[in-house]
């Protein structure tokens, strides 16, 4: 039973800017001071939450791919984040499982945000992703997803659980809420990686990223600052909680 090292990455976004954002992210990149296993990159971590699918829109061989596999190979770490690929036709807001071998994995958002249009321009996926890592179970998804708590459903008895997200500070009350109870509800450590600044519509992002562990206990959050932080999560202790109150057994 392995602890698992995460790293999430809290930052401001360069407007619809996919150089000055991998740039940004690399100078981050190297101020962690320790080994990790997974490193977590907020959501369209190249643009921002840009609708601009024909214009940003990257191949699944494109630059900002070939940058995450060169980032995992130099941190013999996990990188995902989400940003906009274009794959036969169609424009997916696609989280990337890099792994250092540069094999990877991909999960589409499944809930678009309508409110902003984004099922305009983006093709909604159709299947969620259980990845595994040092014998952990992982089950990464997308910022509007958090609302769909059967989407979310621990049925694969997964691990890790994680939100990638662009989530402005008017409804960040609904995040941590919806964070916590689908740690608790799932018993499974929840991680939500959101990115702050301001965008160009004027909206703001405050962060409040934050890690918790499947009683619903807050272990990180960080608000309207960077911040590049590790967490070790723990396997034993997840494992004893769920044998104290097997509650999962009891699943509809």
Request: net charge neutral; with cysteine; glycine share 4%.
């Amino acid at each position: 039973m392995q602890d698992l090292k995460v790293t999430i990455i809290q930052t401001d976004l360069v407007w619809e800017n996919i150089a000055a954002n991998l740039a940004n992210l690399e100078k981050q990149l190297q101020t962690i001071s320790e080994p990790t296993d997974l490193i977590l990159l907020p959501e369209m971590f190249t643009t921002g939450f840009s609708m601009k699918s024909e214009v940003l829109a990257e191949t699944i061989d494109g630059k900002t791919m070939q940058w995450m596999a060169r980032q995992a190979q130099k941190h013999n770490a996990v990188i995902a984040g989400s940003l906009m690929i274009k794959d036969k036709g169609n424009y997916y807001n696609r989280l990337i499982w890099m792994r250092p071998n540069c094999s990877y994995e991909f999960y589409d958002k499944r809930h678009l945000f309508a409110m902003s249009g984004e099922h305009e321009y983006f093709k909604a996926g159709e299947n969620r992703l259980i990845v595994e890592l040092k014998g952990w179970k992982i089950c990464p998804m997308i910022c509007y997803d958090l609302r769909f708590p059967i989407w979310s459903r621990n049925t694969e008895d997964y691990d890790l659980l994680l939100y990638v997200a662009n989530w402005p500070i008017q409804r960040i009350a609904h995040w941590q809420t919806l964070l916590t109870a689908r740690a608790i509800e799932n018993q499974s450590y929840t991680i939500g990686v959101n990115r702050i600044g301001t965008d160009i519509s004027g909206t703001y992002y405050s962060g409040h990223s934050a890690i918790i562990d499947m009683l619903g206990v807050t272990l990180f959050e960080k608000t309207h600052q960077p911040a590049v932080h590790t967490q070790t999560l723990s396997k034993i202790y997840l494992n004893k909680i769920r044998e104290s109150l097997p509650f999962l057994k009891d699943r509809d």
